[in-house]
């Protein structure tokens, strides 16, 4: 970059930096015939009663190619006010309470840079999802980590107290979390609520892979704790659940008056959600839900695949079982420079696309995380390359 264009930049832009999830499959397009096991996209095709309903309505509604209402499409918006009654317990008024993003992403921009300046500070248990800490820096906040229990990902209430400030706005919470795939539990949840109506923090819940859940148990999220509600901010995707990750759409729950001024940020950055991701949407919700539940049994055998696949790299790779989202922290039992040179070795050595482990904050240094959102044939594969590279070491 030249010293002029350096001079002229914001700060805003200089402190933030592309995810390691993005650079790493663009380094192994250029090494080539790499299998991945990077980016968190779910492999299934938008489902067939999905794509017919958005063709139907761009033949059909002349609407559907237009701008929607800024907060997004009422039918919509009843309809996710629908899930949040039915799975959380949460009696949200889809006219006052619900507003429909560009993806889950969009609408953490728009809680960030609604309650975060610069000198707030936001509590992020690490290992982290990185987008959380570049919007924190985007909105020039402060992000402060809270380590998670290093022996099963959990949650660490003790820890989230310990890195309460009186300058603390906000802490994010992601349960089932990205990368650890761990599912947070209920008790240090509420645990957490304490805190924060002690000292009055807002709590950010990212529940972008709330109904990814195994093992027969459901993910427990904040929202459904009714006393808390004045602090709640959450955020919801149709990404990873419905397969629409191209799609773009998710949407947000807050309050009438907290989101009102959401909704600033929203109109500034976006106007609406595109029309025909809202249509998809709300064909997701409204259709028939039984190939998203055999979505979910796929990635159930796809997690015990590539589980099984490390148990048997033992001594070279260990891990955390985990019990949600679609994610798995390999930890490297062998001398390793760092995690990006592990991971960058994987690419050019194994042709295997990897996502360094130290860009989700110090707790990753020294694993890889792999995701198991691919078909189980990429698993295999992959694997397979991992493992004949590791015996080579």
């Known amino acids: 970059m030249s010293a002029d264009l350096e001079t002229r930049l914001s700060r805003r832009v200089k402190q933030i930096k592309i995810s390691a999830t993005k650079e790493m499959p663009m380094i192994a397009a250029r090494v080539g015939g790499c299998v991945s096991l990077g980016q968190g996209i779910p492999s299934f095709m938008t489902p067939p009663h999905v794509v017919d309903a958005v063709c139907r309505a761009l033949r059909e509604d002349p609407a559907a190619g237009k701008y929607s209402l800024q907060p997004g499409m009422p039918a919509l918006r009843v309809a996710a006010a629908e899930l949040l009654r039915a799975e959380k317990d949460l009696p949200a008024d889809p006219e006052r309470e619900v507003a429909i993003t560009v993806g889950g992403m969009e609408g953490l921009l728009c809680a960030m840079l609604t309650l975060i300046g610069p000198g707030d500070e936001v509590i992020v248990p690490e290992p982290f999802y990185p987008s959380h800490v570049e919007q924190i820096l985007m909105a020039e906040g402060t992000p402060v980590f809270a380590p998670l229990r290093r022996s099963d990902w959990g949650l660490d209430v003790d820890a989230v107290a310990a890195a309460i400030t009186p300058r603390t706005k906000a802490v994010i919470i992601s349960s089932p979390h990205n990368p650890t795939g761990a599912v947070f539990a209920k008790a240090d949840l509420l645990a957490l609520a304490e805190l924060a109506l002690k000292h009055g923090i807002f709590v950010i819940c990212d529940d972008t892979y709330d109904a990814l859940t195994y093992d027969n ?74 190939v998203f539940a055999a979505m979910r049994v796929e990635l159930e055998k796809r997690r015990d695949l590539i589980c099984a696949r490390l148990t048997a790299m033992a001594g070279r790779f260990s891990f955390v079982r985990p019990h949600g989202a679609f994610y798995v922290m390999a930890k490297a039992e062998f001398s390793v420079l760092d995690s990006r040179d592990l991971a960058l070795r994987l690419i050019r050595e194994a042709k295997v696309i990897t996502i360094p482990g130290g860009a989700f904050g110090p707790g990753g240094e020294g694993h890889v995380r792999l995701s198991f959102g691919g078909a189980e044939a990429e698993i295999e594969t992959a694997c397979d390359r991992m493992a004949a590279w590791a015996n080579q070491l």
């Open 217 to 290: 148990a459901a993910a427990f999220s904040l929202m459904s704790v009714p006393e808390l509600r004045h602090l709640l901010i959450g955020v919801f995707s149709f990404s990873k659940r419905f397969a629409l990750t191209g799609w773009r759409v998710g949407f947000l729950w807050a309050r009438e008056e907290l989101l009102n001024q959401m909704l600033k940020i929203h109109d500034a950055a976006a106007i609406c959600a595109p029309t025909p991701a809202q249509i998809a949407a709300l064909a997701s919700l409204s259709g028939p839900q039984d």
